[in-house]
T-cell receptor, first 114, second 114 residues
Framework: QQKVQQSPESLIVPEGGMASLNCTSS?????YFWWYRQHSGKSPKMLM?????GEKEEGRFTVHLNKASLHTSLHIRDSQPSDSALYLC??????????????FGKGTKLSVKS | DTTVKQNPRYKLARVGKPVNLICSQT?????MYWYQKKPNQAPKLLLF???????READTFEKFQSSRPNNSFCSLYIGSAGLEYSAMYLC?????????????FGPGTRLLVL
């Protein structure tokens, strides 16, 4: 059973549209969530992280976290073809040390069509 | 510069033969990680070094070894490759061992075992 579930598996949005990606952890010990973006043939790069309840916005990207439900979502407004990539969600624990390791989901493949 | 380098980028190995993958970073990061990623699966943590201390995941403990001769380099060693080792191997590093430290990934080594 995958501890970090992402949905949808794939998503197609028109250029200029809104993309919404979801991620939920089944491990109640996690505290922090990370979103990584991986373009084809490239290394995953950290896009946004969120450690407390609420919302965080950086440019066209907004991330939400509900710690009670261990659910995070990533929203991309005004989507661009360059946003087409695999988006990986990861979770980690507050306790740090060996528990600071990231547990990843399978990812959501986003395609932005012009 | 947040570059993590991996060599080789592609590796073809024969069943039963050893495989050695190399990772390097020049960010003076204390922690280095190795992940295995197979198609349509989440990246799976294999092991990580915090400074000179090696931590291996329980379910892959006997399958992979690693060494870190200095702060910049880390290797992943497979003593006898099997078909099931065919995967992308991602190396990552982080500044510390903390729960809020971003992990920076390399481009990966694609291993094919025949």
């Amino acid at each position: 059973q995958q501890k970090v579930q992402q949905s949808p598996e794939s998503l197609i949005v028109p250029e200029g549209g809104m993309a919404s990606l979801n991620c939920t952890s089944s491990d109640r010990n996690v505290d922090y969530f990370w979103w990584y973006r991986q373009h084809s043939g490239k290394s995953p790069k950290m896009l946004m992280s969120i450690f407390s309840n609420g919302e965080k916005e950086e440019g066209r990207f907004t991330v939400h976290l509900n710690k009670a439900s261990l659910h995070t979502s990533l929203h991309i407004r005004d989507s661009q073809p360059s946003d087409s990539a695999l988006y990986l969600c990861a979770a980690s624990m507050e306790s740090g040390g060996s528990n600071a390791k990231l547990t990843f989901g399978k990812g959501t493949k986003l395609s932005v069509k012009s | 510069d947040t570059t993590v380098k991996q060599n080789p980028r592609y590796k073809l190995a024969r069943v039963g033969k050893p495989v050695n993958l190399i990772c390097s970073q020049t960010m003076n990061h204390d922690t280095m990680y190795w992940y295995q990623k197979k198609p349509n699966q989440a990246p799976k943590l294999l092991l990580f070094y915090y400074d000179k201390i090696l931590n291996r995941e329980a379910d892959t403990f006997e399958k992979f070894q690693s060494s870190r001769p200095n702060n910049s380099f880390c290797s992943l060693y497979i003593g006898s490759a099997g078909l099931e080792y065919s995967a992308m191997y991602l190396c990552a590093s982080s500044r510390d061992w903390g729960n809020q430290d971003t992990q920076y990934f390399g481009p990966g080594t694609r291993l094919l075992v025949l």
